[in-house]
């Protein structure tokens, strides 16, 4: 069942919801949660975890954020659909537990908020050096896919209001994987508008030090067109 602590007061048009899915165990998400105490002012992080553990604010955890954990079942999909429900700001922004921000990130973030609009905000990919070093190349793809493609992945931190991700209707739940790729589509599908920030976010190569690089990468190849062409198909049909 899910569960959370109740929920703040509703805050100003421009405040930020910050949403981190946790999986059973993961161990990543302490670093990106000390780098998160610089976000402005009237922003929360809400840490969705799929596990019964428990974690208090940090306690340098400064007083004008508003930090909140709460628990359901497992699938990340579900959790950020349930963080993005809780939320009370204005614009969400999801992120991975493994994501790392770079000095220039929270600077460009702010920008896109101040300037307003409905779209939905992604940033560059980089790979933390947890992994091969072959891994500058799926940043380098990851980042021409986005931009040439128009289609980013979750782990380049999607940030959007609510309100258009609520007329997206989330995450797929029912998707076996990809759900992030997915909620691309659909925003494609409703004419959303996708922006490029123009600032990095590192993301953990660790999966493929455990894995390989090159079977990583080709199962994720084989993955994102298994996904993306039906995809396309339905997106295509719906535009003749």
Partial sequence: MDSCHPAAPHASIR???????????????????????????????????????????????????????????????????????????????????DSRLREDSLRELQRFLAEGGDALGWFKLAFRRDGPRWTALNAAGANLRARWLGLPFGDQGFVLPRHCFETLHGFDEQACYGEDHLLVWAARHAGLPLRCLPASLETSARKYAQHGWLTTTLRHWWLTVAQAWPAWRATHRART
Wanted: with cysteine.
């Fill in 15 to 97: 405040s930020l919801s910050v949403i981190v899915p946790l999986a059973p165990g993961e161990t990543e998400w302490h670093g990106l949660l000390q780098q998160l105490t610089s976000l402005p002012m009237d922003s929360e992080v809400i840490v969705v975890r799929a596990d019964d553990e428990s974690w208090p604010a940090p306690a340098t955890w400064p007083m004008h954020l508003r930090y909140r954990e709460c628990h359901c079942k497992p699938g990340r999909a579900r959790q950020q659909n349930l963080g993005a429900r809780l939320a009370t700001g204005h614009w969400l922004w999801f992120l991975h537990a």
